[in-house]
């Protein structure tokens, strides 16, 4: 498996001793991928045919700093893209100002909508569409929350939550 996280939150051994088998991690802030960057498919393209990775895992921590940022703003990410691409996020979808949804809440929806995001940018990377199309690679998200330790697949996406509502599980 090769993991998608934000350097900041520490989820390697979490993720190791959650998953079976050899893993490897990419980090980008705010587990967010920059796909300015041209390179990125060709430079992951190697490690998965060389390593026979067949799982492509994003993973987001409800405690990241730059969600966290998004829902309580401050000037200490504002530069950094990652909080730019989370913050377009919040403007499209109002997580930070829905009324119904408490802090807890709001962390765990802004991390499934950048879970979201963040697959179908990987589904778009040509090198890993190819891989894709060959049924030779899957492509997964979970959430990650502190507070109870757990993983929470996220298997819906943006157009399947207009009118839904995270609720406390």
Not at 139 to 152: A, C, K, P, Q, S
Request: aromatic share 10%; net charge neutral; hydrophobic share 40%.
């Amino acid at each position: 498996r090769l993991f998608l996280i934000c350097p900041e939150c520490y989820l390697e051994e979490r993720l190791r001793r959650r998953f079976s088998g050899r893993s490897f991690f990419l980090k980008k802030l705010g587990a967010v991928l920059d796909l300015a960057d041209l390179s990125f498919g060709e430079s992951i393209q190697p490690l998965l045919k060389e390593e026979e990775i067949k799982e492509l895992v994003v993973v987001n921590d409800c405690a990241c700093s730059f969600l966290k940022n998004v829902i309580d703003p401050a000037e200490v990410y504002k530069d950094f893209y990652a909080f730019k691409v989370l913050n377009a996020l919040d403007s499209m979808y109002k997580i930070s100002q829905d009324p119904l949804l408490n802090k807890a809440q709001k962390l765990r929806r802004m991390a499934e909508i950048n879970i979201w995001e963040q697959m179908d940018n990987l589904k778009h990377v040509l090198q890993i569409s190819d891989l894709r199309e060959g049924n030779k690679l899957f492509i997964r998200g979970f959430v990650y929350d502190r507070t109870n330790n757990e993983l929470h697949e996220v298997k819906s996406g943006p157009a399947d939550i207009s009118n839904l509502r995270i609720l406390s599980n």
